[in-house]
């Protein structure tokens, strides 16, 4: 296996079809799952050359987490649907990487127990606790004060998920609760049954400035795409966006994240920083979204591919991968680190 299209394939070969289907399906027709990717492959590269760089530099920080390399991990449910061990696996392999992950709340190992095991192989492991604002705010205080005693260093919020989006696959698969044996740790005062979790439209600014009041924790908004909540974002307080369709799970027919980057770069003007998610399957995506405004890239489904395919190795290779990929992207684009790719190196539509 050499890159992540080949852990993919391998992922689909062990899971259970029920469960590759979970994984890798979005909302309705799929447009958007196929959009985040496709819309890379518009994007191109116009390399710089005769630098005369040292081989560039990976390192960088986010909200105070440093990280060996700007490629994070996404919040992803269920990870022991693909593996046993599911997210120790998963926390303990970017521990190990040395980059930022962010648990789910929809986990199924709980965030302490991410936090241990992570700190098994890491001094210092980059957690962050992804977080549905739940309407039942005494629920969801207790949920961040876990996850802040946990050493969780960020707080994200998903404000994409007002309600479920329609997931088609699933429904024909009949698949709408975990096996037995496996539940979302994170809710076990409320039975740890998926059914407790409340998306509901009627999550507002008003809950995102109750959060601020009761955290000191950077909080950061997951599923931004319009310019005009970037700018609202930054009138509550919010320290980061995760531009991110929620890899075409939620509303179909949303546009690739990636090429909101630049008008969500523009309204935010440089005063907090944007993550991207959505697609990244090789180092060169990771250059485009930094060129176009983006600090780092966050993987969801091929962290899942590494953990089905091999658990914390298959993690490991995954990442391990991304890293070699990026490093010789940014070497044949002259660029000396990952935090100063320009701009002009990426053009549209030249393919
Ligand atoms: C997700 N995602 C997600 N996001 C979130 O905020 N909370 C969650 O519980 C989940 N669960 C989840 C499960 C599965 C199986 C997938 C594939 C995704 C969305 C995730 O954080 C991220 O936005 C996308 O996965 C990014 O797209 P790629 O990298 O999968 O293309």
């Not at 509303?251 to 920083?273: M, S």
């Not at 399957?281 to 089905?308: E, F, N, Q, Y």
């Not at 992207?329 to 539509?349: I, K, N, W």
Request: hydrophobic residues 45%.
């Amino acid at each position: 296996m050499v890159n992540v299209r080949d852990f993919e394939g391998a992922a689909k070969a062990v899971l259970d079809p029920v469960y590759y289907d979970y994984f890798a399906s979005g909302a309705q027709d799929e447009v958007t799952v196929r959009a985040n990717e496709e819309a890379f492959r518009r994007l191109a590269l116009v390399p710089r050359v005769l630098r005369g760089h040292k081989p560039p530099r990976l390192g960088h920080t986010v909200l105070g987490s440093q990280a060996s390399m700007p490629i994070m991990v996404s919040p992803t449910a269920f990870h022991r649907l693909a593996h046993p061990e599911g997210e120790r696996a998963s926390a303990r392999a970017a521990a190990e990487a040395g980059v930022i992950m962010i648990a789910a709340m929809l986990a199924t190992v709980a965030v302490e127990d991410m936090a241990a095991e992570a700190r098994k192989v890491a001094d210092d492991p980059a957690l962050w606790f992804q977080l549905y604002l739940q309407p039942d705010l005494g629920f969801t205080e207790a949920l961040v004060r876990r996850a802040e005693a946990a050493g969780c260093a960020a707080l994200v919020v998903t404000v994409d998920s007002p309600a479920l989006g329609r997931n088609e696959r699933g429904d024909r698969n009949g698949f709408h609760d975990l096996p037995p044996g496996i539940r979302c740790e994170n809710l076990r005062e409320a039975g740890g049954d998926v059914r407790s979790v409340v998306l509901s439209p009627e999550i507002s600014w008003r809950h995102i400035d109750w959060l601020r009041g009761v955290t000191a924790l950077p909080i950061v908004l997951k599923g931004v795409l319009h310019p005009a909540d970037a700018a609202l974002a930054l009138r509550h307080g919010v320290d980061a966006i995760l531009v991110s369709n929620h890899g075409g799970r939620q509303l179909d027919g949303t546009p690739a994240a990636v090429d909101r980057l630049p008008v969500l770069a523009d309204a935010v003007g440089g005063e907090i920083p944007l993550l991207l998610d959505g697609g990244i399957r090789r180092g060169t995506d990771v250059v485009k979204a930094l060129a176009l405004g983006a600090s780092a890239a966050a993987i969801g489904r091929p962290v899942l591919w590494g953990l089905a395919a091999d658990g914390e190795q298959g993690v490991s290779r995954v990442l391990g991968l991304l890293r070699t990929e990026l490093l010789n992207a940014l070497t044949l684009c002259g660029c000396d680190s990952a935090e100063s790719v320009p701009r002009d190196l990426v053009v549209r539509g030249a393919m």
